[in-house]
């Protein structure tokens, strides 16, 4: 059974800092792994997708990297800004089926 | 496109009453999924539907759980009797490819 695991569980960081969030999931026979942006209150938006053939990732400010092999995955935010505040999940979606495993998120504050 | 649609919103009723959730999928999305998320748990995979017939219904915790979807552009989640456990803020997505899901706002239910 595929487990997913998101550290830190919390982090607040001054504006302007560099940061990574990191994801590890136990199972490496994945399809594509997500990663997800949530505000309080509201409902999960797409950050970036990445497919189990790629390494990585970008949009803008962010990054995301995987290495299939050793389970992890990670989002890298540069110059991060105060709307950048909000919960991050990580989630996995297997070689079959249609649905995601989920992290538990990483709940980012970036200090003005 | 207006995105998923969900209501209600909130839902605060006693124990023991009957809930109904009910999402709108976007147009042209053949798979309709429905999450619950708590402290404890986090976002948790109840039920997924691919044109209109449930696929993945391993995650509904039990009996009192049901949902149904009678055509392509409505989903109900139906809980009874409810109970305080049952507590939690549920999702709607929906997707037609095994890319990225695109989630509603979210239900926030209080069984009281």
């Known amino acids: 059974k595929q487990e997913v695991t998101q550290i830190p569980a919390a982090l607040s960081v001054p504006e302007g800092e560099n940061l990574v969030l990191n994801c590890s999931f136990t199972?490496?026979?994945?399809?594509?792994l997500q990663w997800f942006r949530q505000d309080p209150g509201k409902g999960l938006t797409s950050l970036l997708l990445?497919?189990?053939?790629?390494r990585e990732q970008t949009s803008g400010r962010l990054n995301a990297s995987l290495d299939k092999s050793s389970g992890r995955s990670t989002l890298y935010i540069a110059a991060s800004q105060p709307g950048d505040s909000a919960t991050y999940l990580c989630?996995?979606?297997?070689?079959?089926?249609?649905?995601?495993?989920f992290g538990p998120g990483t709940r980012l504050s970036v200090l003005p | 496109d207006a995105g998923v649609i969900q209501s209600p919103r909130h839902e605060v009723t006693e124990m023991g009453q009957e809930v109904t959730l009910r999402c709108k999928p976007i147009?042209?999305?053949?798979?309709l999924f429905w999450y619950r998320q708590t402290m404890m748990r986090g976002l948790e995979l109840l039920i997924y539907f691919n044109n209109n017939v449930p696929i993945d219904d391993s995650g509904m915790p039990e009996d009192r759980f049901s949902a149904k979807m009678p055509n392509a552009s409505f989903s109900t989640l139906k809980i009874q009797p409810s109970e305080p456990r049952d507590s939690a803020v549920y999702f709607c997505?929906?997707?037609?490819?095994?890319?990225?899901?695109?989630f509603g706002p979210g239900t926030r239910l209080t069984v009281l």
């Open positions: 997505a929906s997707t037609s490819s095994r890319d990225t899901q695109y």
């Open positions: 989630a996995v979606r297997g070689n079959y089926g249609q649905n995601f495993v």
């Open positions: 147009s042209g999305h053949d798979y």
């Open positions: 199972d490496s026979a994945i399809y594509n």
């Open positions: 990445i497919q189990s053939s790629q």
